[in-house]
């Protein structure tokens, strides 16, 4: 689908004017473009691992700096040519388990629960962002909204939480009842000892 869709848009482009662009760049805006990108892969690398060095489940891969950059380099690489917004938390996801040593291969649950948690704290960081930068440029009514949004999530995620067991034992009926182990594995990576102080805490 991937090799489709670039066809049929190399099909549209003039390329001559492509090549002109090209020609008309800064090298020095494009050596720094490379670093912005180099770096916020460093960061993301680094934030996913403080979350997996708390698990007790992580392999030794996982806890350490240079394979955790290389998964993510690699997996947000992957996810360029996938068809899907997905596709680089998925590709890191396939590498930390084939890339484990056999004895402690990263299993799905532990795997899947990190992606979600990484998304997630990315996702509240970026509304903290979002916060600031409303507030700094006066948009106080935008920045309210953003902090009312972000007291809410943060708020149903703590009651969440504090009831998962109720709330799973609700909702995990019928056939989702085969469903119940993955999630109680979830839980019990969000309830690892230290997540807090160790994993979420630094990732915002």
Not at 133 to 149: D, F, I, M, R
Request: proline share 3%; with cysteine; glycine share 10%.
């Amino acid at each position: 689908m991937t090799l489709v869709l670039l066809t049929a848009l190399g099909s549209l482009v003039d390329w001559r004017k492509v090549a002109a662009t090209v020609t008309q760049a800064w090298p020095e805006w494009l050596l720094a473009a490379a670093g912005c990108l180099l770096l916020a892969y460093m960061v993301i690398a680094w934030r996913w691992m403080l979350l997996m060095r708390v698990s007790a489940n992580a392999p030794d891969q996982a806890r350490r700096y240079w394979p955790v950059f290389v998964m993510v380099s690699a997996g947000i690489g992957f996810g360029a040519i996938l068809p899907t917004s997905m596709g680089a938390d998925v590709a890191r996801g396939v590498l930390l388990h084939t890339h484990s040593d056999g004895r402690e291969r990263a299993g799905a649950g532990f795997i899947v629960s990190s992606l979600l948690l990484d998304r997630y704290t990315s996702v509240l960081g970026t509304v903290m962002v979002g916060v600031a930068g409303s507030a700094a440029v006066g948009q106080w009514a935008v920045a309210a909204v953003l902090s009312l949004t972000l007291i809410a999530a943060g708020g149903i995620s703590a009651a969440v939480l504090m009831q998962l067991d109720r709330l799973l034992d609700l909702l995990m009926r019928g056939p989702l009842r085969r469903f119940r182990s993955k999630l109680d594995a979830l839980a019990a990576e969000l309830r690892a000892p230290g997540m807090l102080r160790r994993g979420w805490c630094p990732q915002f």
